[in-house]
């Protein structure tokens, strides 16, 4: 059994042109070193839309990207993940179909934050129960039942000390992109959620400023996905 954080970025800032910024190896080292610290065996490097493909020492990295679709993030980890996207350019189920021709795992990135992906039919592989916003695993656990996915965990930590807050126990012989892959696709996977109490004031904190932006959603079972996508009217 491996821990892997299935949801982390290596640059501490948003908003550039989606390529590598001279601070990703920094980032990337930081972060491991937390990682190795929190206990982890692994870490998916999932910048927003381009792929982060760096080694760093002591610790399994998941080639991995954040793609941006035309109804929110969706996370794509594996051998081969595409190695940059355009903001908005997709569907999500063109990424999920993208991620499937490159051997890779496709999972709705938190379904319940700036998203209405959770409402695509399309077939995903896990959905993600997010570091920043646990308080709806209960609702994301539902979501994830009715179209019999398995759920993730990932902390989508944007600077080192948020890495490992979620994550997600991966049953493998041997920790691999290919192998974590399978481990989401034949539901070997479940997700963990640290309790530490500086990561629950964390979580206080990225509510508050979410909620301020009109970026968070609450379910609504009988008719899932009621609401504008983010970038559409």
Not at 31 to 55: E, I, P, Q, S
Not at 175 to 195: G, N, Q
Not at 198 to 204: E, G, I, M, Y
Request: negative net charge; charged residues 25%; aromatic residues 6%.
């Amino acid at each position: 059994m491996f821990a892997v954080d299935v949801h982390t970025h290596t640059r501490f800032f948003h908003g550039f042109e989606s390529r590598p910024t001279p601070v990703d190896p920094v980032g990337a080292r930081a972060l491991a070193v937390v990682a190795r610290y929190r206990g982890l065996d692994g870490v998916a490097f999932t910048n927003h839309d381009y792929t982060a493909d760096f080694a760093v020492p002591g610790l399994v990295t998941i080639p991995g990207i954040e793609v941006s679709t035309t109804r929110g993030h969706v996370l794509v980890i594996g051998p081969d993940p595409p190695a940059a996207t355009r903001v908005g350019g997709m569907t999500p189920a063109e990424v999920v179909d993208l991620a499937h021709q490159r051997d890779c795992a496709a999972i709705v990135a938190h379904p319940y934050r700036n998203s209405t992906v959770r409402a695509v039919e399309a077939p995903f592989d896990a959905i993600e129960i997010n570091g920043k916003h646990p308080r709806t695993r209960d609702s994301v656990e539902r979501l994830a039942e009715g179209h019999d996915l398995p759920t993730v965990g990932g902390s989508d930590a944007h600077y080192p000390f948020e890495v490992g807050r979620a994550h997600t126990l991966v049953d493998a012989d041997e920790l691999t992109p290919a192998a974590v892959v399978d481990a989401i696709r034949d539901c070997r996977v479940a997700p963990r959620v640290d309790t530490w109490l500086p990561h629950s004031l964390l979580r206080a904190l990225y509510r508050r400023i979410h909620s301020e932006k009109g970026h968070l959603t609450e379910p609504e079972w009988l008719s899932p996905g009621v609401g504008s996508p983010p970038g559409e009217e």
